[in-house]
């Protein structure tokens, strides 16, 4: 059996191979200090040994939710939930659906999002295609507090007891929350939801293969088992005991910790299948929110390829020399598309007549990564070999665990987000919350 591969030999050029070795007892400690939860934010390591403990009992019971909802015939699932509690839900399911399942007859309820923004238009736009559509609610918040979900919950709760009577409504709704604390635990218990607990000892970004993700995974036709295994999977092979020389995240850890050593401050995850878009807003969030403290920290971006080749191609080869590159790349597609010949041969294409789409697709990757390291661009790669659930559940564990080790080399606590308080403060003081009284008197001489 493949698993995911890592090849950093396109950053040899810019990083010196012996500090890679020199990284790695560095990286064995950070590892181990990760599962035996000592080190900065311990308290917030549920997830490093999550998948492996996750029980069948547990999983049978989230398939069981996805079907007990798939039994009303739903055609929509609103999935309401912002940050940890929205991306990787969206992430794995826009990686293994087809490209046009909105509108295709498909077995499964078409997921969609609310509550990750505050767009008037977006939830205006929500609420009237949902008269017309049969459909459920999954709200999400860890905290049970937060205020975009809340305001579409409200709303979309209201909404949904209006079409099917309290009751009825009752049946269609699952929180996922704290286990005791927050507006929203007290707002289920009152009414009596469907809920799952998000662990204490898990952030809102590590908690992707907690009820938080499954349960709406699984509602969307998704096989919660096999993701899980490939997560399992990637927890033995980069375990405390694995050495750094086979440790593919351990090693990804320490080459991007170097290049930004060497002045190379953003990161960039390149994706050559647009179904990876979300798995890279995803991977954002969990470098973003957890490198970015303390004037510290690679500031994690993305692009899809080779759309963006036309767009952020020019910068990246030849704008300030601060990036560096990790490709996302998947050797098989699902699908085999050949390129026809055409006897008038018009468009001059004959030359690619009888070979594969993704062989194109393969070439473009190979030039523009040999093009950018020309241009200064150093280049990691990170292989799939196939786009399913297992794969993905590796590419999910190597990201966690490698952020971990990321960060504690970093010298923060990956597992906080102090910074995020501060809009949410301005933004309370300026509707005028009660309590931040002080804050608005403030911010009003400002303006
Ligand atoms: O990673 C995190 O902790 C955050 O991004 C949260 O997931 C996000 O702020 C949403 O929080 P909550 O689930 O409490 O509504």
Same mark, same amino acid.
């Given at each position: 059996?493949?698993?995911?591969?890592?090849?950093?030999?396109?950053?040899?050029?810019?990083?010196?191979?012996?500090?890679?070795?020199?990284?790695?007892?560095?990286?064995?400690?950070?590892?181990?200090?990760?599962?035996?939860?000592?080190?900065?934010?311990?308290?917030?390591?549920?997830?490093?040994?999550?998948?492996?403990?996750?029980?069948?009992?547990?999983?049978?019971?989230?398939?069981?939710?996805?079907?007990?909802?798939?039994?009303?015939?739903?055609?929509?699932?609103?999935?309401?939930?912002?940050?940890?509690?929205?991306?990787?839900?969206?992430?794995?399911?826009?990686?293994?659906?087809?490209?046009?399942?909105? !509108?295709? +007859? $498909?077995?499964?309820?078409?997921?969609?999002? #609310? &509550?990750?923004? @505050?767009? /008037?238009?977006?939830?205006?736009?929500?609420?009237?295609?949902?008269?017309?559509?049969?459909?459920?609610?999954?709200?999400?918040?860890?905290?049970?507090?937060?205020?975009?979900?809340?305001?579409?919950?409200?709303?979309?709760?209201?909404?949904?007891?209006?079409?099917?009577?309290?009751?009825?409504?009752?049946?269609?709704?699952?929180?996922?929350?704290?286990?005791?604390?927050?507006?929203?635990?007290?707002?289920?218990?009152?009414?009596?939801?469907?809920?799952?607990?998000?662990?204490?000892?898990?952030?809102?970004?590590?908690?992707? !293969?907690? +009820? $938080?993700?499954?349960?709406?995974?699984?509602? #969307? &036709?998704?096989? @919660?088992? /096999?993701?899980?295994?490939?997560?399992?999977?990637?927890?033995?092979?980069?375990?405390?005991?694995?050495?750094?020389n086979e440790n593919l995240p351990a090693q990804y850890a320490a080459v991007r910790n170097l290049l930004y050593r060497k002045g190379k401050t953003v990161e960039i995850m390149v994706n050559y299948n647009p179904k990876l878009h979300y798995f890279s807003e995803w991977w954002k969030q969990l470098y973003g929110e957890s490198e970015g403290k303390e004037g510290k920290g690679i500031f994690p971006a993305s692009v899809d390829f080779t759309s963006d080749l036309h767009s952020m191609g020019q910068y990246i080869q030849e704008g300030e020399r601060i990036l560096f590159e990790t490709v996302l790349s998947v050797k098989s597609p699902a699908?085999?598309?050949?390129?026809?010949?055409?006897?008038?041969?018009?468009?001059?294409?004959?030359?690619?007549?009888?070979?594969?789409?993704?062989?194109?697709?393969?070439?473009?990757?190979?030039?523009?990564?040999?093009?950018?390291?020309?241009?200064?661009?150093?280049?990691?790669?990170?292989?799939?070999?196939?786009?399913?659930?297992?794969?993905?559940?590796?590419?999910?564990?190597?990201?966690?665990?490698?952020?971990?080790?990321?960060?504690?080399?970093?010298?923060?606590?990956?597992?906080?987000?102090?910074?995020?308080?501060?809009?949410?403060?301005?933004?309370?003081?300026?509707?005028?919350?009660?309590?931040?009284?002080?804050?608005?008197?403030?911010?009003?001489?400002?303006?």
């Amino acid at each position: 059996m493949e698993n995911l591969t890592l090849n950093c030999a396109r950053t040899l050029s810019f990083v010196d191979p012996a500090d890679i070795t020199d990284m790695g007892t560095e990286m064995e400690k950070n590892n181990r200090a990760l599962h035996e939860k000592r080190g900065k934010g311990n308290d917030f390591l549920g997830w490093v040994d999550l998948p492996s403990s996750i029980t069948t009992e547990e999983l049978s019971d989230m398939e069981a939710t996805a079907s007990l909802l798939k039994s009303k015939n739903i055609e929509i699932l609103v999935v309401i939930g912002i940050g940890g509690s929205y991306l990787g839900t969206r992430a794995v399911i826009e990686a293994l659906s087809d490209s046009f399942t909105h !509108l295709k +007859p $498909v077995k499964s309820p078409l997921v969609l999002f #609310a &509550g990750q923004n @505050i767009s /008037e238009d977006y939830l205006a736009e929500l609420r009237s295609l949902l008269k017309t559509r049969e459909y459920a609610l999954m709200v999400i918040s860890k905290s049970g507090t937060t205020t975009e979900p809340a305001i579409a919950f409200r709303m979309l709760k209201q909404d949904i007891e209006e079409k099917y009577g309290k009751e009825e409504a009752r049946s269609r709704i699952v929180a996922i929350t704290d286990a005791s604390r927050g507006a929203l635990r007290k707002l289920a218990e009152t009414e009596g939801y469907k809920t799952y607990v998000i662990p204490d000892d898990v952030g809102g970004r590590y908690s992707v !293969l907690t +009820p $938080v993700g499954l349960v709406a995974i699984a509602v #969307a &036709g998704f096989d @919660i088992r /096999e993701l899980v295994r490939g997560a399992s999977d990637m927890e033995r092979m980069s375990g405390p005991e694995v050495p750094f020389n086979e440790n593919l995240p351990a090693q990804y850890a320490a080459v991007r910790n170097l290049l930004y050593r060497k002045g190379k401050t953003v990161e960039i995850m390149v994706n050559y299948n647009p179904k990876l878009h979300y798995f890279s807003e995803w991977w954002k969030q969990l470098y973003g929110e957890s490198e970015g403290k303390e004037g510290k920290g690679i500031f994690p971006a993305s692009v899809d390829f080779t759309s963006d080749l036309h767009s952020m191609g020019q910068y990246i080869q030849e704008g300030e020399r601060i990036l560096f590159e990790t490709v996302l790349s998947v050797k098989s597609p699902a699908a085999s598309v050949v390129i026809p010949a055409d006897p008038d041969n018009l468009d001059g294409l004959n030359f690619l007549a009888g070979k594969r789409v993704d062989e194109v697709n393969k070439m473009a990757e190979l030039g523009t990564a040999l093009a950018h390291v020309d241009g200064g661009v150093p280049n990691i790669l990170i292989e799939i070999p196939l786009l399913n659930e297992y794969y993905i559940g590796q590419l999910i564990y190597f990201f966690e665990i490698a952020c971990g080790m990321s960060g504690y080399t970093l010298g923060v606590n990956p597992f906080d987000q102090p910074g995020v308080e501060a809009y949410k403060k301005n933004m309370f003081a300026l509707l005028e919350k009660p309590g931040f009284e002080k804050e608005t008197a403030e911010l009003k001489k400002r303006l």
